[in-house]
T-cell receptor, first 110, second 115 residues
Framework: RKEVEQDPGPFNVPEGATVAFNCTYS??????FFWYRQDCRKEPKLLMS???SGNEDGRFTAQLNRASQYISLLIRDSKLSDSATYLC???????????FGRGTSLIVHP | DTGVSQDPRHKITKRGQNVTFRCDPI?????LYWYRQTLGQGPEFLTY????????KSRLLSDRFSAERPKGSFSTLEIQRTEQGDSAMYLC?????????????FGPGTRLTVL
């Protein structure tokens, strides 16, 4: 089993839709969680951190479920500009080495 | 521009040649990471520096790969005797902090093509 698993998609949604991605991790000692966004042929950029209590930033909501070992990203009212690959990132406790998932591709169409 | 920079942006080389890439992190960042990314995959960790000390290397990293960060500022990644399987995007990232986990800022990457 991979350390961090994501459905590669693509998720094809119309503008205005709500879409959710999950990311599962295998190391129960994981303590830090992030979502990064990567546009085509560009470098990854931090979208948001994922806290135990959840995290919301505008149309984006991230949740952590430690019991089931997954994190989620919810995007409401999708925009064309949300089209990108969303990378899940997990750090095991005490480690400064992040493990990236393979990413989930989102395509928002008119 | 105070972001992470990488040079060159593109490199085409023949199999068996050596290549060297450079990364200039954000100046106040202590940590520097190298990753490799291939199409359809997330960045794969290669190595990590805290200031000038190389603290971790991926077990998957061949001994053909070496990295340095001589004065705790810029870093170089060298690949000796390149193979076609080395073709990938090589990303550098930096972050602040001595303890804890912080946002990583990525450079634009160096795209390597081995013919």
């Amino acid at each position: 089993r991979k350390e961090v698993e994501q459905d590669p998609g693509p998720f094809n949604v119309p503008e205005g839709a709500t879409v959710a991605f999950n990311c599962t991790y295998s190391n129960s000692a994981s303590q830090s969680f992030f979502w990064y966004r990567q546009d085509c042929r560009k470098e990854p950029k931090l979208l948001m951190s994922v806290y135990s209590s959840g995290n919301e930033d505008g149309r984006f909501t991230a949740q952590l479920n430690r019991a089931s070992q997954y994190i989620s990203l919810l995007i409401r009212d999708s925009k064309l500009s949300d089209s990108a690959t969303y990378l899940c990132v997990v750090n095991a406790g005490g480690s400064y080495i992040p493990t990236f998932g393979r990413g989930t591709s989102l395509i928002v169409h008119p | 521009d105070t972001g992470v920079s990488q040079d060159p942006r593109h490199k085409i080389t023949k199999r068996g040649q050596n290549v060297t890439f450079r990364c200039d992190p954000i100046s106040e960042h202590n940590r520097l990471y190298w990753y490799r990314q291939t199409l359809g995959q997330g960045p794969e960790f290669l190595t990590y520096f805290q200031n000038e000390a190389q603290l971790e290397k991926s077990r998957l990293l061949s001994d053909r790969f070496s990295a340095e960060r001589p004065k705790g500022s810029f870093s170089t990644l060298e690949i000796q005797r390149t193979e076609q399987g080395d073709s990938a995007m090589y990303l550098c990232a930096s972050s602040r902090g001595r303890t804890g986990v912080y946002e990583q800022f990525f450079g634009p990457g160096t795209r390597l093509t081995v013919l």
